[in-house]
């Protein structure tokens, strides 16, 4: 676990019900299914847990929401003309409804 101790990982836990922050689904109490501490590069603060899926999706795009932004309008393009899987619908429903909400730190650093 990311710079936290068992105790502030159960506690996080309890107050995001124990459910990954983008997608939603159950944190499975299992040592490789259990949710991954997010937290911010370049300042080191702790954002939540994520699944595993979002929180290497989140790596891949280097924590860059305009990159995010830019993939989410790349899928709404096409959305429409093929059947989005569930993964695809996960990480598109982060970009959309939660990336201001995840990256307020980088959005301060911009003005």
């Not at 709404?76 to 201001?100: C, E, G, H, P, Q």
Request: charged share 30%.
């Amino acid at each position: 676990m990311y710079g936290i101790t068992f105790r502030q990982y159960v506690e996080i836990a309890f107050r995001q019900a124990n459910k990954c922050l983008i997608c939603g689904v159950d944190g499975k109490q299992t040592e490789r299914e259990k949710l991954s501490v997010d937290h911010c590069h370049y300042y080191g603060e702790i954002r939540g847990l994520l699944c595993q899926k979002c929180n290497t999706g989140l790596g891949l795009f280097d924590d860059n929401p305009e990159a995010i932004i830019k993939a989410a309008k790349y899928l709404k393009r096409f959305n429409r003309k093929i059947k989005l899987s569930r993964a695809v619908k996960r990480i598109y429903y982060f970009i959309v409804k939660l990336s201001w909400s995840i990256f307020p730190t980088y959005w301060r650093l911009k003005k």
